[in-house]
């Protein structure tokens, strides 16, 4: 087992609602836990961790901080691995740049962020603050495939409870408006490679060759993919689009993952940002650029380096004028859809948009239907798809509707997810070409300047295991399975080679169906209509998007998922759900000091971590805590104790007591463990006695703006003081 130093369980430290919410429960874990015997830590892996662990070299003593990304991405390795990951920032731009403010402001001498590197220096500053950006948490971490879904408990008390669902019809204009060529789903290359291989990214172009990327090493088996977006077939379908929805009357909208694609979608979206104000760009494009404009950055960004310019900003207002009303972030701030590049993150606001029944928010702060764009085909078919069958069928009904599972290959930066070294922005017209050290051209691209040409792969042993963690699950289950594996795509058609086999090997192969993502959309909405159930096997990205998109239909929210990471040397990393909407619950607290996140995916989380750790430690009192923790867990959603949104009413922390109230109780009462009985049962005791007291202490701060010390890196004793103001909660477990 682990060292004396390396913690028994790892609690990840992360960023907004998350993080605010584990200055609360936190300490109450590891109370319970050290009971036990069980030493639960922390390690570091926010945003601004991350920022302060990447320039040591600019830090006094002892504002230095160990890389812990570094250290959890070697111990996801070993078979006692096992970490409770909470949702971090995967930041954008505008997100790193605010972040680095933030810390040079608390006296930290770390260097801006250079947008636009001119010396070597600068350009050994922006490489080491791109490797921060995006993605760059998950595919360390993630050494195992994902099993997600939602808890029993969970799901049995979303149809025993449904959510208000908007009503969908056929009048609905909202639609979902898709590249018809010129994408990365058309232009897509894929081959197996039948031995281990290295690899060079080069661009031809008639002054000669370009090294885009050099010694990309790959193990035999690998799945390896190239694809482009056209930027001219780009910019000519945001032009129809913008034209078209004008013409319909509807809102405007592009949904991106301009966070976990963190080369690839900014780019995109900064297009869509241009194509917007294309009128402004012709006219003012020289005094953009001098005003250092990137319209990557987006529309806020844009505003605010030009609000000076009295021309522009009339320019701007002129062309506002004449385009179709735009889908709103935020309608009382006038906060729209290009404004900042990681506001509208698909996988969250396509599920929100279809929960309400196709209506976005527009400027004038009513409800509308949408244009949604999203350039890209690979998995625009799977919202076509959920908006066409609502139209056709009307809402699902969450009370009766079953559920979709999900098992999704994600195994070593397994596809797209893992592609941003081997991403580029064509810096000129020619052929781009993937050659192995063998000299064989693996696969060449004909491209034009302004292109966006990428390279993902998946490598055979995390293929092999998802298949396997597939069939295990629809042994274990008896659910409808489906491979969501189109063979007309290049990549899928070379997965679809390798899924067959191991199938039929295991004589299951009549268990399982393979169908492209729209058709496997319809027939999951097909089968949780008729109250059954099914498990999605997905690839990267579609687990991400999947595991928003039935949970926030079916649940309400995708925060309350079980997702267990079986990582591939024995370990087992628990994440506790999305943090989409962490943002704006950061905001409330701030200003009223009320914190609506719910914490029950770290509740599931947390009791298959304390099982999985008796399992692998033979600590008996690990697997009681688990047991207790799952009973709690039922107790918060029997009794209606979890968060509510207003101000005034329970929040956060009243969950966390009523968590560590149930918890208790369930220890006292159990009869596996004497000692732990014992040990409980004045401590339930105290929280039962201490009930009113506590709850009117968590209720006294409510309506007051707190001072958190920071957004991104907020001052711990401050915000100790904020989420912890219960003296009689804090005496228990002092």
Not at 247 to 267: C, N, R, W, Y
Not at 547 to 557: C, K, N, Q, R, V
Not at 586 to 596: D, S
Not at 663 to 690: C, M, N, R, S
Request: hydrophobic share 45%.
């Amino acid at each position: 087992m682990a060292d004396k130093n390396t913690p028994d369980i790892v609690y990840t430290k992360v960023d907004e609602a998350p993080e605010l919410a584990s200055a609360s429960l936190l300490p109450i874990i590891q109370s319970f836990a050290s009971v036990a015997g069980i030493n639960v830590g922390t390690k570091d892996i926010s945003l601004a961790g991350r920022i302060l662990a990447t320039f040591p070299e600019n830090l006094t003593e002892d504002q230095r901080q160990s890389d812990d990304l570094a250290w959890l991405g070697e111990w996801v390795k070993k078979p006692e691995a096992n970490v409770i990951k909470l949702p971090n920032i995967s930041a954008s731009v505008p997100q790193l740049v605010a972040a680095v403010k933030e810390l040079q402001g608390q006296g930290y001498a770390i260097p801006d962020y250079p947008e636009t590197p001119a010396t070597d220096a600068e350009k050994e500053i922006r490489a080491r603050y791109d490797a921060i950006k995006g993605s760059a948490v998950n595919p360390v971490l993630r050494e195992g495939n994902s099993d997600r879904r939602a808890a029993v408990a969970v799901k049995k008390y979303a149809q025993s409870n449904p959510h208000r669902m908007g009503e969908w019809t056929a009048a609905s204009k909202t639609r979902v408006a898709a590249m018809d060529g010129g994408d990365f789903f058309s232009n897509e290359r894929s081959a197996t490679l039948a031995k281990a291989a290295t690899a060079k990214i080069v661009l031809e172009t008639a002054d000669g060759e370009i090294v885009l990327k050099d010694a990309v090493k790959y193990p035999e088996g690998t799945v390896v993919d190239a694809t482009f977006m056209s930027a001219a077939a780009l910019d000519s379908f945001l032009d129809a689009e913008i034209a078209k929805t004008k013409a319909e009357g509807v809102l405007f909208s592009i949904h991106m993952k301009a966070t976990m694609m963190k080369v690839s979608d900014p780019i995109i979206f900064g297009h869509a940002v241009k194509a917007w104000l294309k009128p402004v760009f012709a006219q003012f494009g020289a005094e953009l650029a001098a005003l250092g404009v990137n319209p990557n950055s987006g529309l806020g960004d844009l505003l605010a380096r030009v609000k000076d310019n009295a021309a522009i900003m009339a320019a701007i207002e002129a062309v506002t004028a004449e385009r179709p009303p735009m889908y709103m972030v935020n309608s009382d701030k006038g906060i729209t859809n290009l404004h900042v590049p990681s506001d509208v993150i698909i996988d969250a606001s396509m599920p929100a948009l279809i929960r309400a029944g196709g209506k976005g928010w527009g400027p004038d702060n009513q409800e509308h239907d949408c244009v949604c764009v999203i350039p890209d085909n690979s998995y625009a078919p799977v919202y076509d798809a959920t908006i066409e069958f609502f139209k056709a069928n009307g809402k699902l009904n969450p009370a009766t509707a079953g559920t979709v599972q999900n098992i999704g290959l994600m195994a070593q930066k397994a596809e797209e997810y893992g592609s941003h070294p081997t991403t580029f922005e064509i810096p000129a017209d020619g052929t781009v070409k993937m050659i192995l050290d063998d000299g064989t051209v693996l696969h060449a691209h004909k491209v034009e300047k302004g292109d966006i040409w990428r390279s993902a792969s998946a490598r055979k042993a995390p293929i092999e295991d998802w298949v396997n963690l597939a069939i295990d699950r629809q042994k274990a289950t008896g659910y409808r399975a489906i491979f969501w594996l189109d063979a007309a795509r290049g990549h899928d058609a070379e997965l679809i080679k390798m899924v067959k086999p191991i199938l039929e090997a295991k004589g299951v192969a009549d268990k399982f169906e393979i169908m492209a993502p729209r058709e496997a959309t319809i027939a999951s909405l097909e089968t949780i209509t008729k109250g059954e159930n099914t498990i999605a096997i997905t690839g990267n990205v579609l687990r991400d998007y999947l595991t928003d998109l039935f949970p926030i239909l079916e649940l309400a929210t995708s925060a309350k998922m079980l997702s267990i990471v079986k990582l591939m040397q024995g370990g087992g990393m628990f994440e506790t759900g999305a943090g989409g909407s962490a943002p704006k619950h950061v905001q409330q607290l701030v200003e009223e000091n009320h914190l609506r996140w719910d914490s029950l995916g770290e509740f599931c989380a947390l009791g298959e971590s304390f099982q999985f750790f008796a399992d692998q430690s033979g600590n008996e009192k690990a697997r009681v805590l688990g047991k207790a923790v799952d009973v709690a867990t039922q107790g918060i959603l029997d009794e209606d104790r979890s968060p509510s949104r207003k101000v005034g009413q329970p929040d956060n922390r009243d969950s966390h007591y009523w968590f560590a109230r149930y918890w208790a109780k369930a220890l006292a009462e159990q009869t596996e463990d004497a000692e732990l009985a014992a040990h409980f049962a004045p401590v339930a005791q105290a929280l039962i006695e201490g009930e009113a007291a506590i709850l009117a202490e968590l209720a006294a701060v409510q309506g007051k703006p707190a001072d958190l010390g920071g957004y991104y890196h907020g001052d711990a004793a401050k915000t100790a003081a904020v989420m912890r103001p219960s003296a009689t909660l804090n005496a228990i477990f002092a």
